[in-house]
């Protein structure tokens, strides 16, 4: 499902921001009314009945709680990716919107939550009036940039304000084409999983399960590991499927660290199929034989059977040049 971004501004600046990049670069700052009924109707033309919606911040557009109205209203299921700080006159218009509509089970958030020493403490009083309101509405997602993170506040969020009980855990991955960004590079996977574990025993304290995304290979875990990380009901995701990003300015890209490929609008195309076959195919031109991060995928079972798809495209890229 191919992810909107409704404004390229933020209110913090984190420091692994994968969008950044891409936000430095353009100078449109928000999606037009045009531009959104344009994209929202490509989706319905293409059967597709799920909308994700993320910045920047996507609620510092000064339409959002309009632009949700009308997505429920249309019918769409919605997801937001939000830092959850926002003004609090906003969070209760949101929340209005959300019980006009009777549309608890068609809306959640992903709030992408910093160790609290990344956080303003003006910002905290916000994230956590946000959490008090929507609650069961809210998925953490936790972006590890260092391999040194801490994940206790996640669970305690978790058990506090009764959110939902697992944690989307995003690695951050090298961005093609940008100078340096803060990133878990391959030679860290160990570490960041040896870390993982050791919060486990916490994680099942909390009754919170992970939901690890792209981009850790499987070879990142021993056979061991595996039996522990599986018995704590984790879900691993080895395979690489990108999902499309569409700007404010309507230019598509396959994923952010692939954001470099943006010389392409969506009015280029008339299906989600050709977007993703066209840009497949210049993953395959750029990728040459190289199959995956490791010279060890090229021979690789887990490869060959599609277990692994050989970690993240941006690496492999970075391989072949
Ligand atoms: S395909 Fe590559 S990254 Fe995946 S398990 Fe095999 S060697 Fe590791
Ligand atoms: S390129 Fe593939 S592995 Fe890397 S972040 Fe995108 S979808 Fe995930």
């Not at 999606?31 to 920047?56: C, E, Q």
């Not at 953490?140 to 506090?160: A, H, P, R, S, W």
Request: proline share 5%; with cysteine.
């Amino acid at each position: 499902m191919p992810n909107i971004l409704l404004t390229e501004r933020c209110v913090r600046s984190c420091p692994y921001c994968f969008a950044k990049k891409h936000m430095e670069e353009s100078e449109n700052e928000r999606m037009s009314w045009d531009n959104i009924i344009y994209t929202l109707d490509f989706y319905h033309a293409n059967g597709l009945k799920d909308v994700s919606y993320l910045g920047g911040e996507p609620t510092v557009h000064p339409d959002f709680v309009e632009i949700i109205d009308y997505t429920l209203n249309r019918g769409f299921v919605v997801k937001i990716f939000t830092s959850a700080i926002m003004p609090e006159e906003k969070m209760n218009r949101l929340y209005e919107v959300i019980e006009k509509h009777k549309a608890f089970d068609r809306i959640h958030f992903v709030c992408n939550a910093n160790d609290p020493k990344y956080n303003k403490p003006k910002e905290w009083e916000l994230i956590e009036k946000f959490y008090k309101k929507f609650s069961n509405l809210i998925v953490q997602g936790f972006n590890i940039f260092e391999d040194d993170f801490d994940m206790t506040f996640l669970f305690d969020n978790v058990v506090k304000y009764g959110l939902r009980p697992f944690l989307r855990i995003g690695i951050t991955h090298k961005i093609l084409g940008a100078q340096s960004n803060m990133c878990i590079t391959p030679d860290k996977y160990p570490a960041v999983v040896k870390r993982l574990k050791h919060f486990l025993p916490f994680a099942q304290a909390a009754q919170v399960a992970y939901n690890i995304d792209c981009g850790l290979p499987m070879c990142a875990f021993s056979d061991e590991d595996l039996g522990v990380f599986s018995r704590a009901n984790t879900n691993f995701s080895w395979k690489c499927s990108p999902v499309l990003d569409i700007g404010p300015d309507m230019t598509i890209w396959p994923c952010f660290p692939l954001s470099d490929m943006n010389t392409k609008t969506l009015f280029d195309f008339n299906s989600i199929s050709d977007i993703m076959a066209y840009f497949s195919n210049i993953i395959a031109e750029q990728r040459g034989n190289n199959n995956g991060i490791y010279v060890e995928c090229d021979t690789c079972r887990q490869l060959e059977t599609n277990i692994c798809t050989g970690g993240c495209q941006s690496y492999v890229l970075q391989r072949a040049k």
